[in-house]
């Protein structure tokens, strides 16, 4: 009996072995975030939850190895050769489930692969060029959210329920965000029903600037969060469902501010290239 638990483990590793390979398989570079199925924004969403359904299992797999890998070690320095503490071990199960344990992933944190990349084909609407295209939504800029002031820009301010969350911005940008939801809704109803906001129309200056003024200022940007749990800033992760609606934004035209070069995952924004046919539209 002494060499039952070298068994116990030998067996456990081949047992783990397809499934941490499957996992690695899956992954980009460690985190799911970079993930875009052939079929579209709406498959995107549940291979992510399996791979991180798969991450975990194979954590619980790793856990139970040490475990056992310390009671053999106990087993050898006392000279015991009682097996039956190894073998309790298999009474837990491999991943300890909550009542909701897969609708938990959209809020868990995981890392941004390629993150400057995350923006194929789709340009950033700077400053300079908001200002040019649009003019100022006010003529002075603190760090402080202001009202707007430019009368042509107010004309196009609303405030409206677009789905899970209510905004206020240019109504071509709200127009736009509410065909973002809808998509969503339609194809993921469990990640919509968690979509939380932490803000969109502040006329303030980028913050660490000085008169630069952010996309936020001129009603063409929001915040977003699953089940109000904020993102860290500049930490290069982000939760699982915010990579998931990035598909469905870029889809859009909308750009993610995962891609810029202070990391910003809660952070959506209408593109240049959206502003340019809006104005050819005749909406701007």
Not at 83 to 99: E, I, L, R, Y
Request: with cysteine; glycine share 10%.
């Amino acid at each position: 009996m002494r060499f039952l638990p070298y068994i116990i483990i030998g067996a456990i590793v081949l047992l783990a072995a397809p499934l941490i390979w499957l996992a690695v398989q899956s992954m980009d570079d460690g985190a799911p975030s970079d993930f875009v199925a052939a079929g579209g924004p709406g498959i995107d969403s549940g291979a992510r939850i399996e791979i991180e359904a798969l991450r975990q299992q194979v954590e619980g797999l790793q856990a139970q190895i040490e475990a056992l890998r310390k009671e053999v070690a106990n087993i050898d320095t006392s000279g015991g050769g009682n097996s039956g503490a190894t073998a309790q071990n298999f009474d837990q199960p491999v991943v300890k489930d909550g009542p909701n344990a897969i609708l938990d992933a959209y809020a868990k944190v995981v890392l941004i692969a390629n993150r400057r990349k995350v923006n194929p084909g789709i340009n950033v609407a700077s400053p300079t060029f908001l200002e040019q295209f649009l003019g100022k939504p006010r003529e002075v800029l603190s760090d402080n959210c202001e009202p707007m002031t430019n009368p042509k820009l107010k004309q196009l301010l609303v405030l409206e329920n677009v789905g899970p969350i209510r905004v206020r911005m240019l109504q071509p940008a709200a127009d736009s965000i509410k065909r973002v939801f809808a998509k969503v809704k339609s194809v993921d109803p469990d990640l919509y029903a968690r979509i939380n906001t932490s803000g969109s129309l502040c006329v303030r200056q980028i913050r660490g600037t000085r008169g630069r003024t952010s996309t936020h200022a001129f009603g063409l940007a929001v915040d977003l969060n699953i089940d109000g749990r904020l993102d860290n800033f500049a930490d290069g992760k982000t939760q699982l469902g915010l990579t998931i609606l990035a598909d469905f934004f870029r889809e859009e035209g909308w750009v993610w501010g995962a891609g810029f070069s202070r990391e910003d995952s809660m952070h959506f924004e209408v593109s240049k290239q959206m502003l340019q046919q809006w104005r050819k539209e005749g909406k701007i």
